[in-house]
């Protein structure tokens, strides 16, 4: 039996840049079989190599998830040689993403332009803090920025306490997501009607933005500035988090008025339901913080697993505050294989977070994780650019590879 294609199988992908919001891009590609060849400075490589907090043997366990399924080169693009080589290796390639300060692929006779030249059929993922176009656009803009001017900054935390971070790398993984289904439509328009690439320009506030509902016209059309509301939803009720016995958090979504009716019932509230301060959406609503307490007082006197046994037997929404821990020994996770292991030669097994969506019939799949720096020098520059070994030799001792 013939091992099934992946679906982006033949798609290839070089990766230019650093850090998070390129990489990204490139590891979504990758994860549905495109060839991604990540190109990294010689000697010290993408600086998520070292990023995170939890390292073993020296390894950070940032880099091989966000590096996985790729094919890693070192390639000076400050060299003229090493431009040289990046437009031979980009000549082969269907999609090139780069996350530089715009401007800097031009400064290296890498613009889109001067590469379409040689590859029509180009399409360019270019994400930026700001976008490659606008009175911002040159200025340095990492994720945390883009999280701030698009707004996600403002209307999360505590509204008595400054706007906090949200505690993963949000913008640089939501331009990313843009990026990578940018490159999807480019490319379907290429191959279904008339072969010619194109750039797609993503900056990080706009992915942002795009996320923050409608927030826009209620402003523009009724003066309301969404804020900061914490843990609640205003105006709807019952929905929030709530302490348990054993130290845990739960939530508990039970706004609906059906739902909010099984809910009174199965924590011993059965009257809750004909009791005008919470019968309707609107009285809870308005009664929020009494009904809130009311729901602690019982999810106080239950261990989670008891109080999600209640919730799931009557029918509410209701689930953990997950750590990982908890994903690591979760069945839903366990069913759906939502956790899957890698094989690094070094570190050994390192179990991560599997292939988002998932494809009935042609499912991605992590087949590695990040790989060694430089790790497929010989392959690219051999086989695929037909460089000598003497060649080779050359550019490494010239500082090019």
Not at 108 to 128: H, K
Not at 252 to 265: E, K, Q, S
Not at 348 to 366: F, W
Request: charged share 20%; net charge negative; aromatic share 6%.
């Amino acid at each position: 039996m013939t091992e099934a294609r992946l679906p982006l199988d033949g798609i290839r992908v070089i990766e230019m840049g650093s850090l998070l919001a390129g990489p990204f891009c490139g590891q979504l590609l990758a994860d549905f079989g495109a060839e991604v060849i990540k190109v990294e400075p010689p000697g010290s490589g993408d600086p998520m190599r070292v990023w995170g907090r939890h390292r073993k043997n020296g390894r950070s366990l940032w880099w091989p998830v966000i590096g996985r399924n790729k094919k890693s080169i070192t390639l000076n693009l400050r060299e003229p040689e090493g431009q040289e080589l990046a437009r031979r290796l980009i000549n082969t390639a269907d999609v090139l993403v780069e996350n530089f300060r715009p401007g800097t692929m031009e400064r290296w006779g890498l613009g889109y332009e001067e590469l379409r030249a040689s590859n029509p059929g180009l399409v360019m993922v270019r994400v930026s803090g700001f976008g490659q176009t606008g009175p911002y656009s040159e200025r340095a803009g990492f994720g945390a920025i883009g999280e701030a001017m698009g707004g996600i900054r403002h209307v999360t935390g505590y509204p008595d306490l400054p706007p906090p971070r949200v505690g993963i790398s949000l913008g640089d993984s939501l331009a990313a997501t843009f990026g990578a289904l940018g490159a999807l439509v480019a490319l379907h328009h290429r191959n279904a009607h008339g072969g010619r690439g194109q750039v797609v320009d993503i900056g990080i506030y706009e992915a942002v933005l795009a996320f923050m509902e409608s927030t826009i016209p209620e402003y523009a059309l009724t003066g309301y500035v969404r804020g900061r509301t914490g843990s609640i939803l205003p105006g709807v009720a019952p929905s929030n988090i709530y302490p348990t016995r054993d130290g845990t958090y739960m939530l508990i979504a039970g706004n609906i008025d059906t739902v909010f009716r099984r809910l009174a019932a199965a924590i011993g509230h059965p009257e809750w339901a004909d009791d005008p301060r919470f019968a309707t959406h609107q009285a809870r609503g308005e009664h929020m913080e009494e009904l809130d307490r009311a729901i602690t007082d019982w999810t106080r006197e239950h261990d989670i697993e008891e109080a999600l046994h209640v919730m799931a037997e009557a029918g509410v929404p209701a689930g953990k505050v997950y750590t990982a821990k908890d994903m690591l020994s979760d069945t839903q996770y366990a069913a759906r294989e939502n956790i899957v292991i890698a094989h690094d030669p070094e570190i050994g097994e390192i179990p991560m977070q599997n292939v988002v969506p998932r494809l009935t019939e042609t499912p991605g799949a992590v087949r590695w994780p990040g790989p060694a720096l430089g790790q497929h020098n010989a392959e690219v520059y051999g086989t695929l650019l037909g460089l000598s070994s003497d060649e080779q030799a050359r550019l490494r001792e010239r500082g090019v590879i």
